[in-house]
C-alpha cells in the first residue's frame, strides 16, 4: 500500500496560483493512478482530479478544468496540483488520493489517502 503526504497548501488571494505536493512512499507508486479531491467545510469530499500511471491521462472535475493542472514524477514518487486563477470557492482541504485507475479514483475507490492539506482562497 502506497503512504501518502501533501504539502504546499496555504492562504492565498484570489487569482493566485499555489501548487500542492503529493509524496507517496511505496514501491506500487509508479503503477497506481493518482488523485486530487478537495473537502470544503461541512461538504463532502468531491473529485478535482486524477492521472493515469504513466502520466499519459488526465481526467479534471468541470470545476476547474483549465485551471488546474495535475501532473506526476514517477522518478520522484510525487504527484503535483498546479491551481491557477484560484477563486474563493476553492477554499477546502486538498486530499491527494492513489487508486487502480483514474476511473475508479474519479468514482472515489481508493486505496490510499493522505492527511489533506488546507487551501484558503481570500476574495
Known amino acids: 500500500q502506497v503512504q501518502l503526504v501533501e504539502s504546499g497548501g496555504g492562504l492565498v488571494q484570489a487569482g493566485d496560483s499555489l501548487r500542492l505536493s503529493c509524496a507517496a512512499s511505496?514501491?506500487?507508486?509508479?503503477?497506481?493512478?493518482m488523485g486530487w479531491f478537495r473537502q470544503a467545510p461541512e461538504k463532502e469530499r468531491k473529485f478535482v482530479a486524477a492521472?493515469?500511471?504513466?502520466?499519459?491521462?488526465?481526467y479534471y472535475a468541470d470545476s476547474v478544468k483549465g485551471r488546474f493542472a495535475i501532473s506526476r514524477d514517477n522518478a520522484k514518487n510525487t504527484v503535483y496540483l498546479q491551481m491557477n486563477s484560484l477563486k474563493p470557492e476553492d477554499t477546502a482541504v486538498y486530499y491527494c488520493a492513489s487508486g487502480g485507475s483514474p476511473l475508479a479514483i474519479r468514482l472515489k475507490d481508493v486505496a490510499s489517502w493522505g492527511q489533506g492539506t488546507q487551501v484558503t482562497v481570500s476574495s
Open positions: 511505496g514501491r506500487t507508486f509508479s503503477s497506481n493512478a
Open positions: 492521472i493515469s500511471w504513466s502520466g499519459g491521462s488526465t
